[in-house]
């Protein structure tokens, strides 16, 4: 069955970094794009950024371009989310996520917060 489950979360100061993994299986890793989510409290589900099967195409949300980059290594079967310049509006829950056969499958999440 298809799991995934990210880590890499934590406490951070405003303009502080942290990288999420997601480490996927039970599906094939390597033709599926890779999508990261984030839920605040109280606000919907957005969606952050998204990269190809291949790693080459990447698409990110407004608010994020330029200060988060997301990654994969088809090898490790894992997709990551590089963040910079963090600020407290970066705070929330962050999914990994993919689409497989027309079914959304998610992580359990890994809580971001920001704070000083």
């Known amino acids: 069955q298809v799991q995934l489950v990210e880590s890499g979360g934590g406490l951070v100061q405003p303009g502080g970094s942290l990288r999420l993994s997601c480490a996927a299986s039970?599906?094939?890793?390597?033709?599926?794009?890779m999508n990261w989510y984030r839920q605040a409290s109280g606000k919907e589900r957005e969606l952050v950024a998204r990269?190809?099967?291949?790693?080459?195409?990447?698409n990110y949300a407004d608010f994020v371009k330029g200060r988060f980059t997301i990654s994969r290594d088809n090898a490790k079967n894992t997709v990551y989310l590089q963040m910079n310049s963090l600020n407290s509006e970066d705070t929330a829950v962050y999914y990994c996520?993919?689409?497989?056969?027309?079914?959304?499958?998610w992580g359990p999440g890994t809580q971001v917060t920001v704070s000083s």
């Open positions: 039970g599906f094939t890793f390597s033709i599926q794009t």
């Open positions: 990269i190809s099967s291949s790693g080459g195409f990447t």
């Open positions: 996520n993919v689409r497989d056969y027309g079914t959304d499958f």
